[in-house]
């Protein structure tokens, strides 16, 4: 059996191995690192295949994040409702942009934002939702945005965790996550599905007007060289990140569905154990799978585990050479760069209880059979011992 990674990478680029080393040369002979012709030609690619208007490719995921705020004209004291069980980077640029955070509970079956905790707290300096596609599900969209037009309220989709999954709707209509919202942010961080070679982002709206905002920003807040029209950063993606974005951009509804599988043959293993409860894989039924909407794309295999001392089990599964994550550990509402008096522990059931539960196992498009029976035995040994 090969090793395991947690994300193999490496086997990866095996397959686009000639394409990507190219096409990074061609970069390179023609010295057009920043801003060049594989840059603008991905942001094209990219608004196809999302069927959305308008791409702003930048530099990180973060960075999108923030930029996508700064587009929307968010003043100091806005509060901003976010998801309490998420990656910090989610509230940090909320804080660093001196809007205010408000963390809420998640959902216990999807994980994700809790539409009721959204309702219990908007306030009138309410001025932004940020549903996080957690683990590369969909967060339930339809309600967030039936929410957001009842409170004159902008929607910025996190989908740095769900690029390429679909979203349905009520009426039966589908789209990209990342293209439901006013705007939305993803990240290119290798891991990601759809990774580059180093850091990369982009934002995504259909809003004509605040594209036009965004591109500046990223760019010192310039439209012509050293005209300063907005207060701007400097974001960009780089070429060599562009072009190797471009050849993995057509393979990766093919990506997300090996991850599906994978996470089908993971499931069935588990389906008799009691102490174990998969993941759903579907924002509407909770199928383990959805094969109707394609709204999983399995960014992470999360387990929980009942009864189980899951710290052990990390030790376990690495002693294994099982690499395994634990996403996320401490809640933000108890980080202590966020923490707020405002904040009650009776607020928080679900993802006070998630923390001590959860576990990742390895994820990724290569996966083979071998490598998934040896995990999920040694996962069943330890958990029914």
């Known amino acids: 059996m090969k090793k395991i990674q ?7 680029y095996e397959h686009i191995k000639e394409q990507v080393n190219q096409s990074v040369l061609d970069v390179i002979e023609s010295t057009a690192f920043i801003n060049g ?4 030609q991905f942001q094209k690619e990219l608004e196809d295949y999302l069927g959305v208007k308008h791409v702003i490719p930048c530099a990180n995921g973060t960075d999108a994040l923030q930029i996508a705020m700064m587009g929307l004209g968010l003043k100091a004291g806005d509060e901003v409702i976010t998801a309490d069980f998420t990656f910090a980077a989610t509230v940090e ?14 959902d216990p079956v999807n994980f994700n934002i809790d539409i009721h ?14 549903p996080v596609h957690l683990f590369g599900l969909s967060a ?8 957001a037009k009842a409170h004159n309220l902008y929607v910025i989709e996190d989908n740095a965790q769900g690029i390429g999954a679909t979203y349905t709707s009520k009426d039966g209509s589908k789209k990209k996550t990342g293209a439901i919202g006013h705007v939305a942010s993803t990240s290119f961080f290798p891991s990601k599905n759809l990774g580059c070679y180093g850091d990369g982002g982009a934002i995504f709206t259909n809003d004509d007007d605040l594209a036009h905002t965004l591109r500046g920003i990223v760019n010192h807040g310039m ?7 907005v207060v701007g950063v400097n974001s960009r993606l780089d070429s060599i990140q562009a072009t190797i974005l471009r050849a993995k951009l057509p393979n990766l ?6 991850r599906r599988n994978a996470s089908r043959k993971y499931t069935k293993a588990f389906e008799e154990i009691s102490n174990i409860i998969t993941p759903t894989g579907c924002c509407k039924n909770g199928n383990s799978i959805c094969d109707v909407c394609d709204c999983h794309v399995f960014h992470q295999y999360t387990l929980r585990v009942l009864n ?18 634990v996403y996320y550990p401490i809640p933000l509402h108890a980080q202590k760069a966020y923490a707020d008096e405002r904040y009650d522990e009776a607020d928080f059931t679900v993802t006070n209880q998630l923390v001590k539960e959860v576990i990742s196992l390895p994820m990724h498009t290569e996966l083979d059979d071998e490598q998934i029976n040896f995990i999920t035995k040694t996962v069943i040994d330890f958990v029914t011992k």
């Open 253 to 258: 509804d093919a990506y997300n569905m090996a």
């Open 140 to 147: 339930p969209m339809d309600e967030i945005m039936e929410i």
């Open 93 to 106: 640029v909320i804080a660093l942009l001196g809007l205010t955070p408000v963390l809420v509970d998640v």
């Open 223 to 229: 439209y012509v060289r050293y005209h300063h029209d």
């Open 6 to 12: 947690m994300v193999d990478l490496k086997g990866q």
């Open 117 to 130: 905790a959204i309702k219990r707290a908007i306030t009138p300096k309410t001025k932004a939702i940020v």
């Open 308 to 325: 189980t001392d899951r710290d052990a089990l990390v030790a376990n599964l690495n002693a294994n050479e099982i690499p395994c994550g």
């Open 37 to 40: 012709p594989e840059v603008h």
